[in-house]
């Protein structure tokens, strides 16, 4: 059981809530939804958490041959796993050989055991691979 919230965080270490990550874990090969970048709280079975985990993703890249739009998710644990609520972008419109930037912001109220997250990414109608240039991923427990 983690130990219960004290009245003041003052000279405590929060580093334990906070993970980020800013290497390309892959880049989406055609039109698969493939994990782009991870994060882990290792922490999480021995803290508090009041609400849930705070989830931000953002990845540059080059959308792949015959890309017509992009969509970044976050999930619990794989690429199959639980979607986090509101961290879906919808297909986003996209051409195929353009640079661009997209962020996916979501809020995890029924965090995992482990507190491991993917940043996900699928180029739709994509034909070949998409090259994603930079990431950054960070979860926040609150």
């Not at 882990?40 to 009041?50: E, I, K, N």
């Not at 041959?65 to 969509?71: F, K, S």
């Amino acid at each position: 059981m983690p130990a219960p919230f004290t009245q003041s965080n003052y000279q405590e270490d929060q580093s334990p809530r906070i993970a980020t990550s800013v290497t390309v874990v892959a880049s989406p090969a055609a039109a698969a939804e493939t994990i782009i970048a991870s994060v882990t709280l290792p922490g999480l079975l021995d803290m508090p958490v009041a609400s849930g985990i705070l989830l931000f993703g953002w990845a540059a890249y080059t959308v792949g041959t015959n890309g017509t739009a992009v969509q970044m998710r976050i999930r619990q644990i794989s690429v199959g796993g639980t979607l986090v609520t509101g961290a879906d972008t919808g297909a986003v419109s996209a051409t195929a050989a353009n640079l661009r930037e997209q962020s996916c912001i979501g809020y995890d109220i029924a965090p995992v055991a482990g507190g491991l997250y993917k940043l996900t990414m699928q180029v739709t109608a994509g034909s070949a691979a998409s090259t994603v240039s930079a990431v950054t991923f960070t979860a926040i427990a609150v």
